[in-house]
């Protein structure tokens, strides 16, 4: 079935270690996104990318970085910069025109 | 910021429909309305979208009124698994407008 594929489910890292969230989708959308949620908390952009090798910082972007190098993927990591970076991390996709979001099953990070 | 207003909670009892309501009242003519819940420790799940006319499917059916201020999603009889966070999001299908969630409405489903 096509779908997106967020791993791990959980991830445990140290303070002030580079960590990258794997984002896979298989819909053949040219839209990919990644969002942050924090306990009782709205979703909040981090980066986006509306096409292969481009992409455009969120509302929340400082202490990211993303790449897409292939359409199917656009990995997140997370970098010793990101001041709370312990949150629940969310990969979406989403075709032409007016296609909704689609959103894996999300990667909580816990960094200690 | 979100362009939508949502109560922060409701309740419902199960077997009941349930009206969520949303206002968009800044809403634009190219924008659709879209509903998405999310249950805890999940991804959103995309329930449906509509421009202007009424939609049902499945799911629930979304009703908007004909200025296209506001919106109400309806889950005709609700059960203990519809408990969730459920999102009102407007959004323009013009390249780059993005999905911008709002806290949501808290539906809890009660027995």
């Known amino acids: 079935d096509g779908g997106i594929t967020q791993s791990p489910k959980y991830l445990f890292r140290k303070e002030g270690q580079n960590v990258t969230l794997s984002c896979e989708q298989n819909l053949n959308h040219d839209a990919m996104y990644w969002y942050r949620q924090d306990p009782g908390q709205g979703l909040r952009l981090i980066y986006y990318?509306?096409?292969?090798?481009?992409?455009q910082k969120g509302d929340i972007a400082e202490g990211y970085s993303v790449s897409r190098e292939k359409k199917e993927s656009f990995p997140l990591t997370v970098t010793s910069a990101q001041k709370n970076p312990t949150a629940f991390y969310l990969c979406a996709s989403t075709g032409q025109g007016n296609s909704p979001l689609h959103f894996g099953n999300g990667t909580r990070l816990t960094v200690t | 910021d979100a362009k939508t207003t949502q109560p922060p909670s409701m309740d419902c009892a199960e077997g009941r429909a349930a009206n969520l309501p949303c206002n968009h009242s800044?809403?634009?003519?190219?924008?659709?309305v879209y509903w998405y819940r999310q249950i805890h420790s999940q991804g959103p799940q995309y329930i449906i979208h509509g421009l202007k006319n009424n939609e049902t499917n499945e799911m629930a059916s979304l009703i908007i009124t004909e200025d296209r201020k506001s919106s109400t999603l309806i889950l005709p009889h609700a059960t203990l698994r519809d408990t969730a966070v459920y999102y009102c999001?407007?959004?323009?299908?013009?390249?780059?407008?993005?999905?911008?969630f709002g806290p949501g409405t808290r539906l809890s489903v009660l027995p």
């Open positions: 990318s509306q096409i292969v090798n481009d992409f």
């Open positions: 800044t809403i634009s003519g190219n924008e659709y």
């Open positions: 999001i407007v959004r323009a299908i013009n390249y780059g407008q993005n999905f911008v």
